[in-house]
């Protein structure tokens, strides 16, 4: 039998009462995104959260970031990395990525962000290739087009340390990984990560039913 608890709205809401501790910085970011148009885009204060604690929980100094948007993922990571951490992040929105930037400037931790604009597939490419970066981060979190992640997780493989984790976001899609009526581009994409990861005995692995569905895999 399996026991799994119903995440009611009631439920969310202690969750929250009892452990979201959200900086203000993030609070204003949160805000300010709440009124554009892409809003859903951006990950909840309990995932932001929860990536501070990973990210402190295996003392990550160099970590990689496939989705900014505007920012709260990247100033989640920024504000958990210690003085001397660099957060790589890339994304394809200068516009975007600079509301990110502000942020940063604002509270304090932009010295510790290396901003990439451009495709994640050429900037991942270039780190492994011509930077000589392979084997050096300790974290990678991927949330940008879900048909790019096949390619972002091998190339965050390859970036990993022995050890190093990595998280996948939206790999539940809503729940639409399920529903075979469902065969956008998005979806079927997020499937076949899915297989691939579960095949995959180079990394140990945990798909948590956590927000929009998180995959974490530790590279052996
Ligand atoms: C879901 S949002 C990221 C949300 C962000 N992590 C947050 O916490 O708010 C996805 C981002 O991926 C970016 N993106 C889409 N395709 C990309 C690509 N080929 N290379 C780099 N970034 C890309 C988009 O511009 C967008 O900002």
């Given at each position: 039998m399996r026991i799994q608890l119903d995440v009611t709205e009631s439920v969310q809401n202690y969750v929250a009462d009892h452990s979201l501790r959200e900086p203000e910085v993030l609070r204003e970011l949160r805000e300010f995104t709440g009124a554009m148009p892409e809003r859903n885009m951006q990950i909840s204060p309990e995932q932001g959260q929860f990536m501070r604690l990973l990210l402190r929980a295996v003392g990550a100094r160099r970590t990689l970031e496939v989705g900014v948007f505007t920012g709260y993922s990247l100033l989640s990571t920024a504000l958990a990395l210690p003085a001397d951490g660099v957060?790589?992040?890339?994304?394809?929105?200068?516009?975007?990525?600079?509301?990110?930037?502000?942020?940063?400037?604002?509270?304090?931790?932009?010295?510790?962000?290396?901003l990439r604009i451009g495709d994640a597939r050429a900037t991942l490419a270039t780190l492994v290739a011509e930077e000589g970066a392979a084997g050096s981060y300790d974290f990678a979190f991927l949330d940008a087009d879900k048909p790019g992640y096949e390619q972002y997780y091998e190339h965050a493989l390859t970036l990993l340390r022995p050890g190093g984790l990595l998280v996948a976001d939206n790999v539940l899609w809503s729940g639409n990984v399920v529903d075979d009526s469902v065969q956008d581009e998005d979806t079927r994409a997020l499937r076949a990560f899915n297989s691939k990861v579960y095949a995959d005995d180079r990394v140990h692995i945990s798909m948590l039913p956590y927000a929009d569905g998180l995959t974490l895999a530790v590279k052996r």
């Open positions: 957060v790589t992040a890339c994304d394809i929105s200068d516009e975007w990525a600079k509301v990110a930037l502000d942020h940063c400037e604002r509270a304090g931790v932009a010295g510790k962000v290396d």
